[in-house]
């Protein structure tokens, strides 16, 4: 579990540099698919990421709005700001949270139970499918995403790198 939250991070980190690649204007474009745009892609995934983990904790969500985050370097500034939390959380991980619940009251007033395992691999999973969505969009623009390969990055204590 902890070796995707780095992939994911990895990833993301890769991800925004491929970002400073291009206009303010294309991240900002309304897409096909997702949350619209591909900041607006970002944003969510970081927000997410911090909010369940919050949420899980008991702590409060998350409150903020994406158009106070609405450029590369804010969106960034705000991962790095979070991420503290989310990785202290994350290398805290043991077999005792596994089975934890979660109890979640929908709108509607239904009560919804989910073990903290499943939402903390709901969180890794979010975060995969929108990099894929990110991936296609990078293609539509003609440039080459970001590579998805687990392999080779030196995630595992036994890798070569």
Not at 2 to 13: A, K, S
Not at 121 to 133: C, P, S, T, Y
Not at 144 to 156: E, Y
Request: with cysteine.
């Amino acid at each position: 579990m902890q070796m995707f939250f780095r992939y994911n991070w990895m990833v993301r980190e890769e991800w925004y540099r491929w970002c400073e690649e291009l206009s303010e204007e294309e991240l900002l474009q309304n897409r096909t698919g997702g949350v619209g745009s591909i900041l607006h892609t970002l944003f969510h995934i970081v927000d997410v990421e911090w909010s369940w983990i919050r949420l899980i904790q008991g702590k409060p969500d998350f409150q903020e709005s994406f158009n106070n985050y609405n450029s590369l370097i804010k969106i960034q500034e705000l991962d790095a700001k979070l991420h503290v939390e989310v990785e202290r959380f994350v290398n805290n991980w043991d077999s005792t949270m596994e089975n934890r619940l979660f109890y979640d009251t929908l709108p509607d007033g239904k009560i919804i139970t989910d073990t903290w395992g499943e939402i903390v691999r709901h969180i890794i999973a979010h975060e995969i499918h929108h990099v894929g969505q990110l991936s296609i969009w990078a293609r539509e623009i003609g440039k080459k995403p970001i590579s998805a390969n687990v392999i080779g990055r030196g995630l595992s204590s036994y890798s070569n790198n």
